[in-house]
Structures are given as structure tokens and as C-alpha cells.
């Protein structure tokens, strides 16, 4: 198929996250962060919205993939000349904040860490790779959980402070693009991921998660103005996880709510990074919800002046509400909640697959801010199955994407200024919410199981020569 709507210079890549890939979690002075304490398998899901939680580690109970990943620590250079291979022009990853700063409140950095993400951003250079770097991915240096309750702390501002000094100041002549926090929008559903702390119980989960958020909002400001300051023309961006809301019906009450649901998840925290400001509509939430936020003098000030200049997002699936939901409706959702969509398929996960919500999505993010967009995330977790001759066919894969990038072109004639584009898990890597590897999404196979075995031995996917050629096409041989 010919579209020939995607931008020279697009930043066609994938994308990772330190917890997910690096393994080594013990190796060169990193010390413990949230995902370390992570069970593998599905006990997993249940934990991360739960209240409660003791951050201790259970060897003789569970699994902790997290810990070898498929150990990218050791084997970085094998796997970026895989990804030049397939063509990329941008590569995303985070930098473990606890390889930095083992415990976060240290006064120096490790200089073994820093020296290991030295290594992988030449190796990315020598193959003319852009890495697009996340500071803050699912990876808070367990120590500031324990001793200090996470974000929810005042005091983790100036902590991450000093981290992206550090990381700038070190990296300024590596990296241009950064994103701030990893799906900001989604810690009051996940707080133990994104806030780095479990609440203390379901009536106080909202005013904790905001307390946190606004402390990430104050932080994210102050990294982007430091980064400017840094890095004359860095580019950095907040990063959403954003499921466009559908209402069930045409019922005005269902619309109404769908609206709000929409607001509340997808808005909120854009209109504070992007705009500068709360939105209209949080006083209103606040007080409904009895939430009330300790905002310091100057907060609002640093907020206004530290707008993104790009937004990044995640894009999985859209989501269905409706104002009353039946006992069978509840819960049948997505992982984002709402009601199950007629007209959607899901996959194995269950997450409704909706290639025009991407579109739809795309347009709202647009319409809405005015500011160039990158999608970060977007693919399937699905099982592979590797065949007697080695060759592991995934054409649900290849469909899955095609689709979605079918939808890229249309909203890029619509008028939605797209820059790039990183499809979730270029290579196999551990799953974020239910730690299995498994739940595979890669272009590149990995060699590992849920049980601990294999040898991690990449083995490039049928996908894999398929995205080569849409990246050497521009997107044109879908
Ligand atoms: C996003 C996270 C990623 C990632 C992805 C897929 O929410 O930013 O870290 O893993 O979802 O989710 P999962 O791994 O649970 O399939």
C-alpha cells in the first residue's frame, strides 16, 4: 500500500524500559528499586493498585524477573545493531535512577552507572541511532519508598532534582530528546509503579496520588526548564498513557460521563505539563473527592514556566463507560478500566485492540494542545511460538501494527503534527504489569520463559524484516 504521508525525518524506533531489559539489578553499584521488589506472573496485576504493600522480597514465594531482564546490561551492543539492522532512527530507554543514585538521596552519583549508559549512547551514535531517554520509568530507588514514602514526600522534588542535573549535565552532548515521567496519568490507578508508594488505604488512594502527582508535576517543570538551561536545543516532553473514552451509548448521562472519565485520565495531567495550569475542572474533582493538595509558594510559578515541548503517549487500547454499570459490566473493561466494547476484539491480555482509536486519539492530543506528538508505545503482547525450523511467524503481530500505522497516516492527513513513532518491546522483554515473559511484543525474539529457562539467545521475528521495510519505505510498504 502507497500512503506517502509520513515526514522525512521521521523517528521510526522502539521502545524499553530499564527494569524491563537491563537485568545486572545487583551489578555495577545499582542498588534496589521499586521494580526489583516486583513478583513475576500474574500476582503482579493485583499488587499494583493495592493498598498496603511491604516491598519485601520473597524468594521462596515468587519469581522476580525483573532481576536478569534479558539481562540487555551485557548484551546492549548485540542488541543495538539488531535495531540498526532493522533501520532505527530513534531508540527509547530509561535510565535506572538507582544506578545513579543507588539509594536517591546520595549527595554523589555512581559513577559506574553513569559510565554504562555512556556506553550504550555511543553504541547507539556509532549505529546513527537517536536515543530518546525516560527519567522516570516505573523505577523509584527503593530506599526513597521505604524511608521516605515516595513522591508522596516533598522532598523527593529535590531528589530528582539533583538526578537530572546529574544525567544532563553528564549526557548533554549524547541526547537530545528526554520524557519526563512514564505515564504520569496513570498513578492514581497504579500509584505503587508511578508514585513509588502503596497507599495507605482506598479512601486516602486519591489524595495521596495527587499529593504525589503535583510533587511529579513541580519536579517534571524543574527538570524541563534545568534541561533547557543544560542542553540548548533538548527536546523534552511529558509522557501520557491515553485511551480515548467512548460512551457506551447515546445516552446524554453516559456521554456526559464518558466525557469526564476522559478528562480526568487523559486531560489532567497533560493540561498541567503542557499548559502550565490545573484544569478548569479539578476544583470541582478536588473538592468532590475531599481532596486537598498542599501547593508551596512557587509551585504554580515553576509549573507555568516548565511546559513540555512535545507530548509523548502510550497507546494500547480505547475505553468504553457508561455512567451505571451492571455486576457483569464491572470489570469487563480494559485494563483502563470501563465496559466492554461490542465492537472491539481483544487480545490474550484481554486489551481491546482499536487501531482508529489511535486516530482518534491522536486528533484529541492534537486538537486539543497544538504541540508536536510522538507515540512512544503502542503494540501487541502476544504468545510466539517458534517453529521446528527456527522461523517464528507472527503475522498477528504485523497486522496488529499495520493497522495502527495505517491510522498514523490518517491522522497525519488529518493535520496532527506526528514526529515518531517507538513501537512497545522492539525486543522481548519482562512485562510490566504481570511480570511474564511470555507476553511477548517484540521484532526480536529472546530465548526466556516464565520458569527461568532459556538461554537468551535474539532471534529476529518474521516482524522483524517487516518493520525494516516500513522504516526504509517511510512508512510507505505497510
Ligand atoms: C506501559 C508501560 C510499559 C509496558 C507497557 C506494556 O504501561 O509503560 O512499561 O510494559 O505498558 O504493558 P505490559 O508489559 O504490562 O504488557
Request: proline share 3%; net charge neutral.
Given at each position: 500500500m502507497m500512503t506517502k504521508r509520513f515526514p522525512e525525518g521521521f523517528l521510526w524506533g522502539g521502545a524499553t524500559a530499564a527494569n524491563q531489559l537491563e537485568g545486572a539489578y545487583q551489578e555495577g553499584g545499582k542498588g534496589l528499586n521499586l521494580a526489583d521488589v516486583l513478583p513475576g506472573g500474574k500476582a503482579r496485576l493485583q499488587l499494583l493498585g493495592s493498598t498496603g504493600f511491604d516491598f519485601k522480597i520473597d524468594q521462596s514465594k515468587?519469581?522476580?524477573?525483573?532481576?536478569?531482564?534479558?539481562?540487555?546490561?551485557?548484551?546492549?551492543?548485540e542488541d543495538i545493531a539488531l535495531f540498526a539492522e532493522m533501520g532505527f532512527k530513534v531508540f527509547?530507554?530509561?535510565?535506572?535512577?538507582?544506578?545513579?543514585?543507588?539509594?536517591?538521596?546520595e549527595l554523589e552519583p555512581n559513577e559506574e552507572g553513569l559510565a554504562f549508559y555512556d556506553r550504550v549512547f555511543d553504541e547507539l551514535h556509532k549505529h546513527g541511532i537517536e536515543p530518546l531517554v525516560t527519567i522516570a520509568h516505573y523505577e523509584t530507588p527503593l530506599h526513597l519508598t521505604k524511608e521516605?514514602?515516595?513522591?508522596?514526600?516533598?522532598?523527593?522534588?529535590?531528589?530528582?532534582?539533583?538526578?537530572?542535573?546529574?544525567?544532563?549535565?553528564?549526557y548533554?552532548?549524547?541526547?537530545?530528546?528526554?520524557?519526563?515521567?512514564?505515564?504520569?496519568?496513570?498513578?492514581?490507578?497504579?500509584?505503587?509503579?508511578?508514585?513509588?508508594?502503596?497507599?495507605?488505604?482506598?479512601?486516602?488512594?486519591?489524595?495521596?496520588?495527587?499529593?504525589g502527582l503535583h510533587h511529579q508535576f513541580v519536579a517534571s517543570a524543574q527538570a524541563v526548564k534545568i534541561g533547557h538551561e543544560i542542553i540548548p536545543g533538548s527536546q523534552i516532553g511529558c509522557m501520557l498513557i491515553y485511551a480515548p473514552v467512548y460512551s457506551f451509548d447515546s445516552n446524554p448521562e453516559n456521554v456526559m460521563h464518558a466525557k469526564q472519565e476522559a478528562d480526568i485520565f487523559n486531560f489532567f495531567c497533560g493540561d498541567?505539563?503542557?499548559?502550565?495550569?490545573?484544569?478548569?475542572?479539578?476544583?470541582?474533582?478536588f473538592k468532590e473527592n475531599n481532596i486537598e493538595l498542599d501547593i508551596q509558594e512557587g509551585d504554580l510559578e515553576t509549573i507555568k514556566e516548565g511546559t513540555v515541548d512535545f507530548i509523548s503517549f502510550s497507546y494500547y487500547m480505547s475505553r468504553t463507560e457508561k455512567k451505571v454499570k451492571t455486576p457483569e459490566e464491572l470489570g469487563a473493561g480494559n485494563l483502563v478500566g470501563g465496559v466492554k466494547n461490542p465492537f472491539l476484539e481483544a487480545s490474550d491480555w484481554g486489551w481491546e485492540i482499536d487501531p482508529v482509536g489511535l486516530r482518534i486519539a491522536l486528533n484529541e492530543l492534537y486538537g486539543?494542545?497544538?504541540?508536536?506528538?510522538?507515540?512512544?508505545?503502542?503494540?501487541?503482547?502476544?504468545?510466539?511460538?517458534?517453529?521446528?525450523?527456527?522461523?517464528?511467524?507472527?503475522?498477528y503481530r504485523i497486522d496488529y501494527l499495520r493497522e495502527h500505522i495505517k491510522q498514523m497516516g490518517e491522522?497525519?492527513?488529518?493535520?496532527?503534527?506526528?514526529?515518531?513513532?517507538?513501537?512497545?518491546?522492539?525486543?522481548?522483554?519482562?512485562?510490566?504489569?504481570?511480570?511474564?515473559?511470555?507476553?511477548?511484543?517484540?521484532?526480536?525474539?529472546?530465548?526466556?520463559?516464565?520458569?527461568?529457562?532459556?538461554?537468551?539467545?535474539?532471534?529476529?521475528?518474521?516482524?522483524?524484516?517487516?518493520?525494516?521495510?516500513?522504516?526504509?519505505?517511510?512508512?510507505?510498504?505497510?
Open positions: 515468587y519469581t522476580y524477573p525483573n532481576h536478569e531482564g534479558i539481562d540487555f546490561y551485557h548484551r546492549y551492543k527509547r530507554l530509561s535510565i535506572a535512577w538507582s544506578r545513579i543514585f543507588p539509594k536517591g538521596d521516605y514514602g515516595g513522591w508522596k514526600n516533598r522532598k523527593l522534588v529535590g531528589f530528582f532534582e539533583r538526578f537530572v542535573r546529574t544525567i544532563f549535565t553528564r548533554k552532548d549524547k541526547v537530545k530528546y528526554w520524557l519526563t515521567f512514564n505515564e504520569i496519568n496513570g498513578a492514581t490507578h497504579m500509584p505503587l509503579v508511578g508514585l513509588g508508594f502503596s497507599p495507605d488505604s482506598e479512601e486516602t488512594r486519591l489524595q495521596e496520588s495527587f499529593q498541567v505539563q503542557v499548559r502550565g495550569e490545573y484544569p478548569y475542572f479539578a476544583k470541582r474533582y486539543r494542545y497544538q504541540k508536536p506528538l510522538m507515540i512512544v508505545e503502542n503494540g501487541l503482547g502476544a504468545y510466539d511460538k517458534v517453529e521446528e525450523d527456527g522461523s517464528i511467524n507472527d503475522d491522522a497525519i492527513e488529518d493535520g496532527v503534527d506526528l514526529i515518531g513513532y517507538t513501537s512497545w518491546g522492539c525486543i522481548d522483554l519482562v512485562s510490566m504489569s504481570t511480570g511474564e515473559y511470555s507476553k511477548r511484543y517484540g521484532f526480536i525474539y529472546v530465548d526466556k520463559h516464565d520458569d527461568g529457562s532459556g538461554t537468551l539467545e535474539r532471534k529476529p521475528k518474521k516482524s522483524f524484516y517487516w518493520y525494516k521495510n516500513v522504516i526504509s519505505s517511510n512508512g510507505e510498504n505497510l
